[in-house]
C-alpha cells in the first residue's frame, strides 16, 4: 500500500482536518495533501485546513459550520449563532445576513473559511446553546450592528421582554448583558439590582 493510500484510510467523509493531524499519517504531507485536493478527496477550506467531503445525491456535501468552527479554534467552548436568528424573536427583524457569528475564547476577528465568512468574537462568558433571553439581550448589544430602525426594535424587544421568564430574562443581562443591554432591561424590568450593577 503506498502512502497516500494509508493517508486515505484515516480520512473519514464529513470530517474536518488541521494539516498537522494529517501528517501524522504522511511522510510528505504538503504533497499528498495537493494530491488528494486535486483528486476530490479533500477540499482546502483555508491556510492549513481540508475537508473530506461526503458525497451526497446532490454532489459533495459542504463541511458542517460547527465542525469547522471546532478545528478552526482546536476547542468545542463556542457558540455558533447569526444576526438571522433575531428573527425568530418576533420583535420586527427580518434582514437576512450572509454571515455567522462565533462567541468564543481565543479568536477574534471575521475569517473565510471554505467560503463563508464567520465572525468570531471573544467574550468571557455565553451559554452552551442560544434561548430567546439570551437573544433578547444579544439583539440590545448588537444593534448597532443591524439594519432596522433601532427605536422601533427596541419597543417590539420591550413587549417581548414582558412575555418570557423575568427571572430567566434577568439572569441573561447579568450574565451576558454590555453596558447598553443592562442599562435598557433594567429600566424595561424595573429592576433596581441591575441598576446597581451598572
Known sequence: MSKLDELKKHLQPGQVYRRAELAQHSNA?????????????????????????????????????????????????????SPNAYNALGVGTTQLYNESVVYNHKRHGRFKLGGRVFD?????????????????????????????????VLDCVKKKASSVSKRALTKAVREYGGVRARKFFADTLADDTLRHAL
Request: charged share 30%; net charge neutral; glycine share 4%.
Open 29 to 81: 504531507v504538503d504533497r499528498h495533501l495537493k494530491q488528494l485536493c486535486e483528486d476530490g478527496t479533500l477540499v482546502k477550506l483555508s491556510g492549513g485546513i481540508y475537508h473530506c467531503p461526503k458525497e451526497t445525491m446532490f454532489g459533495k456535501a459542504p463541511a458542517e459550520d460547527e465542525r469547522l468552527v471546532e478545528t478552526f479554534l482546536k476547542d468545542r467552548r463556542f457558540l455558533l449563532t
Open 120 to 152: 468570531f468574537r471573544v467574550k468571557p462568558y455565553f451559554p452552551k446553546s442560544i434561548n430567546q433571553e439570551f437573544l433578547l439581550v444579544d439583539l440590545v448589544n448588537n444593534l448597532d450592528l443591524l439594519a432596522e430602525n433601532q427605536k422601533q
